[in-house]
């Protein structure tokens, strides 16, 4: 059995084409547009743990926890959708243009926390314990 001519094969114009053209992905990083929704920020100072966001996030990418006084932020699973920010009554939630780091080493992939830092006791009482004068 001959081989015929390779020219004839249906993909040897395809591949010689390519092989003399520009590649199809781009190299250079662009900016972001002017209505691009990057990822989601957090001013947690302005957070009151209400769980507003999280109640009302369709993809249930956001968990409060009063108690614990935290914020977790599933990056990967939220869509940008906006409405997290809009119900937030402090507006401690905000759309970025800039997008999400990608992370290489696989750490983190699921969850940013947010934690408030709880008052320290005073250096005197290690415990906490002491009622406070003044």
């Not at 914020?71 to 997008?99: F, M, N, Q, T």
């Amino acid at each position: 059995m001959t081989m015929g001519n390779p020219l004839r094969l249906p993909m040897a114009l395809t591949a010689l084409k390519n092989l003399f053209s520009r590649p199809a992905t781009r190299v250079e990083i662009r900016p972001p547009f002017a209505e691009a929704r990057g990822q989601l920020a957090l001013d947690l100072s302005a957070c009151v743990f209400c769980g507003a966001c999280a109640r009302r996030c369709p993809s249930t990418a956001i968990e409060v926890s009063r108690d614990e006084k935290r914020v977790a932020i599933a990056h990967l699973k939220c869509v940008l959708c906006g409405v997290c920010v809009d119900v937030c009554p402090k507006h401690s939630l905000s759309l970025e243009p800039e997008p999400l780091a990608v992370q290489l080493d696989g750490k983190n992939r699921h969850r940013v926390e947010h934690v408030k830092p709880s008052p320290s006791p005073p250096k005197d009482d290690p415990t906490g314990t002491l009622p406070k004068v003044g």
